[in-house]
Nanobody, 118 residues
Framework: QVQLVESGGGLVQAGGSLRLSCAAS????????MGWYRQAPGKQRELVAI???????NFADSVKGRFTISRDNVKNTVSLQMNSLKPEDTAVYYC????????????WGQGTQVTVSS
């Protein structure tokens, strides 16, 4: 099992910034990705950004140029720096950890609310 503990989030005005962090613990995998997904009311959960254990990144088109993702492979943490926030970024943000051995393992954090006011 892998446990994910999220921090950050909250309420911010449009144009502002927030930082989300997530710490993974438990039976971790050497080959893994860590990242963030989000789910707005009435919408499906969608990818925001992920980073592999080799530090390759992937971003949703809607956040490119505004969000950055980083990870600390020693502390097993991932952070999402969100700048120039827009009201449409409002959602519950979920930390995600995927690891591979013979099969894929997929874990989720409890979610943290991000609200961007106009």
């Amino acid at each position: 099992q892998v446990q994910l503990v999220e921090s950050g989030g909250g309420l911010v005005q449009a144009g502002g910034s927030l930082r989300l962090s997530c710490a993974a613990s438990g039976n971790l995998f050497s080959i893994n990705t860590m990242g963030w997904y989000r789910q707005a009311p009435g919408k499906q959960r969608e990818l925001v950004a992920i980073v592999t254990s080799g530090r390759s990144t992937n971003f949703a088109d809607s956040v490119k140029g505004r969000f950055t993702i980083s990870r600390d492979n020693v502390k097993n943490t991932v952070s999402l720096q969100m700048n120039s926030l827009k009201p449409e970024d409002t959602a519950v943000y979920y930390c995600n950890y995927r690891g591979w051995s013979t099969i894929e393992y997929n874990y989720w954090g409890q979610g943290t609310q991000v609200t961007v006011s106009s």
